[in-house]
């Protein structure tokens, strides 16, 4: 069995993507930090995801379906944040939103949404592919369209969140 495999079998049984594997081992200080940012490098290339080593995210990030992502560097993103395919989460260069997002816990950002601007997402919130959301978001809701609308839910998340980590 191959170091890869062996670190694998810590996260349960969910098998973690290489790339995001790479991507926590590539933050890790160690002999092998430059090797594992050489071939992180590698994958995100593959992939087509800019995904910088020096963006905070929590535990338990989930990508499905893994390409096309865009992340700004100064974005922050907490536990269990699930991003699918073509999300961007980017900063706005102008006006009062000009920075990155801060994204809470259990967020769900579904295929080619778009998250940018200096902004607030709260927990428990879904947004729906294709979404444009420029704006706060509280906890506990639900966020669809372009613009995109606001509706209130408890547990929006719920049965959505993949590759959960206990924080």
Known sequence: MN??????????????????????????????????RRLYVRELERRGIELPVATKIGGGLYCGHAYGITVNPEAVLGHNVNIHK????????????????????????????????????????LIAPGSYVNF???????????????????????GYINNRADV
Do not use: C
Request: overall charge positive; cysteine-free.
């Open 3 to 36: 170091v890869l495999e062996m670190d694998r079998q810590r996260y349960g049984t969910q098998k973690m993507p290489r790339f995001q594997y790479l991507f926590r081992r590539a933050q890790m200080g160690g002999a092998l930090k430059a090797l594992y």
């Open 86 to 125: 073509g999300v961007t989460i980017g900063r706005e260069n102008r006006g009062v939103r000009r920075g990155s997002p801060v994204i809470g816990d259990d967020v769900w950002i579904g295929i080619n949404a778009v998250v940018v601007g200096k902004i607030t997402i709260g927990n428990d919130v």
């Open 136 to 158: 706060d978001v509280p906890d506990h809701s639900v966020v669809i369209g372009n613009p995109g609308r606001i509706f209130s839910r408890d547990h929006a998340t719920e």
